[in-house]
């Protein structure tokens, strides 16, 4: 099975830049389809974007034009960078592997989790 660390969130502002990355580790990565979710406080998690293990996409509506995800197979990661930061962007980040060739934006069909990482964005 694939570990997964996130890396890259913090603090920023209103309209900002932050580029997550995912490392993967364990398993082949090319063999997994990847996806980005998020949850904020309150909130169930939600789909963020997925990347098939050919590197197609998928986005939520809301985010779409806003973040890209994108993957390395050689460097077994995956990212997201999202630009123009609101502050309702603000939530724990999460990347998720897939076994298969393409993502999903059901949670329950992601066997394995990162632990997350932080992105608050202030107004």
């Known amino acids: 099975q694939v570990q997964l660390v996130e890396s890259g969130g913090g603090l920023v502002q209103s309209g900002d830049s932050l580029r997550l990355s995912c490392a993967a580790s364990g398993r082949t990565f090319s063999n997994y389809a990847m996806g980005w979710f998020r949850q904020a406080p309150g909130k169930e998690r939600e789909f963020v974007a997925t990347i098939s293990r050919n590197g197609n996409t998928y986005y939520a509506d809301s985010l779409k034009g806003r973040f890209t995800i994108s993957r390395d197979n050689t460097a077994n990661t995956v990212y997201l960078q999202m630009n123009s930061l609101k502050p309702e962007d603000t939530a724990v980040y999460y990347c998720?592997?897939?076994?298969?060739?393409?993502?999903?934006?059901?949670?329950?069909?992601?066997?394995?989790w990162g632990q997350g990482t932080q992105v608050t964005v202030s107004s």
């Open positions: 998720a592997a897939r076994e298969g060739f393409v993502g999903s934006r059901n949670t329950y069909d992601y066997r394995t």
